[in-house]
């Protein structure tokens, strides 16, 4: 039995000011009709059951809505009160999916990803559940084109039926990742993982005994109403904040990897988004209703009005109804920072 965990409460702030606290980019249509959530059901639907989803409380209704509207009939939509981010919110999954007596396969996955081969993602699925099965835990890799610092890097062993990982380091430095990928053999983390719930928990347990705690006391102080499990505040606030990343991937010696190529993008930026949109002959992309003229590598993002841009090279401009971004490409990643600033200012 495969369940997958679909993560879906990021806070998305490098898309920003399209992606907001109140409308994360889970929760858009950045490419194709289907927003990312559902597109990750819709990708996973044809070999699995009924999902769950940990989304924050705030967004529960646009959740909900969404996962319907997808034909998708979640087992639960799991609610925090606050995010701790990817560790707790895959721990309550494990819990809740076992609370059953039994031990399923879960497949974690982040919502917020484009895959453009979805045959070959589910194949890859496939083919890591056995390994799953017997008690590693999986991550899918993607072989890297750029020493990216916003993934994880996985080091496999070469030759070996687990493929058992050698090292896992997530996010390393600039120069660290330029050095990896001049030596070869590693990967990026996709960030989608499949074990054992029970494995997951054991794991866990090991490395973060307290997170784990915090997590059976918001699961079993939850209030449930229809699909809505909401955790328990108290409990839950108690909770360290990690990713599973560090809480567990860096650290076990039970990790495998799958390779995966099937397009995969994780849609983090303004400048991912470009790389996969629509461009034309002059690598410009544009969305929604944008006039262009001696325009190259420009990505425009109309909300709304009408946008014009007039003999620009590399410049990315989004425009939403109270906010706009104006941005060299290559600044697109410091994004992140505008909004801490903003937040701080309140
Ligand atoms: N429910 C819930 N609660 N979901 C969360 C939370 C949380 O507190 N925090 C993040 N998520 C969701 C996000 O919405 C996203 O779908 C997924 O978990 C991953 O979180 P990100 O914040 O996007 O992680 P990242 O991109 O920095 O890093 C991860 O993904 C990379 C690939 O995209 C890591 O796994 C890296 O190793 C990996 O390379
Ligand atoms: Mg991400």
């Not at 998708?72 to 309550?92: F, M, Q």
């Not at 190529?261 to 303004?270: F, P």
């Amino acid at each position: 039995q495969l369940i997958p965990v679909i993560l879906s409460g990021g806070s998305g702030t490098r898309l920003w000011p399209l992606s907001r606290g109140a409308y994360p980019k889970q929760f858009l249509a950045l490419s194709g009709e289907h927003t990312m959530l559902q597109q990750t059901w819709l990708r996973v639907a044809p070999i699995s059951g009924r999902p769950l989803v940990i989304a924050n409380q705030s967004h529960r209704f646009m959740a909900a809505e969404q996962l319907r509207q997808a034909g998708c009939e979640p087992a639960a939509i799991l609610l925090e009160p606050t995010g701790r981010n990817t560790a707790p919110a895959i721990a309550v999954a494990a819990l809740q999916a076992m609370a059953q007596g039994e031990d399923p396969l879960l497949l974690v996955l982040p919502s917020d990803h484009v895959i453009a081969d979805e045959a070959a993602f589910r194949r890859a699925v496939t083919e890591a559940a056995p390994l799953a099965q017997s008690g590693r835990l999986l991550t899918f890799g993607v072989v890297p084109t750029a020493p990216e610092t916003g993934y994880g890097y996985i080091k496999a062993v070469p030759g070996d039926g687990l493929r058992p990982v050698e090292r896992f380091v997530e996010k390393p430095d600039l120069a660290t990742a330029e050095a990896w990928l001049a030596e070869g053999g590693y990967y990026w983390n996709s960030g989608m993982f499949l074990f054992l719930a029970s494995r997951y928990l054991e794991e866990l347990e090991r490395f973060q005994p307290g997170m784990l705690e915090s997590c059976r006391q918001a699961l079993a102080k939850a209030r449930r109403d229809e699909d809505f499990i909401r955790l328990d505040a108290d409990a839950f606030e108690t909770c360290v904040s990690d990713s599973i990343d560090y809480a567990v991937m860096e650290k076990t010696d039970a990790a495998s990897v799958q390779p995966i190529d099937a397009g995969w993008n994780d849609v983090g930026s303004w400048s991912a988004l470009w790389s996969i949109a629509d461009q034309d002959g002059n690598g410009n992309a544009h969305h929604g209703d944008v006039i262009a003229r001696g325009c190259r590598n420009t990505l425009a993002w109309a909300d709304g009005r009408l946008v014009t841009l007039l003999g620009l090279q590399d410049v990315v401009v989004v425009d939403t109804a109270d906010a706009v971004l104006v941005a060299h490409r290559d600044r697109v990643q410091d994004v992140r920072g505008i909004v801490a600033e903003l937040k701080k200012a309140g």
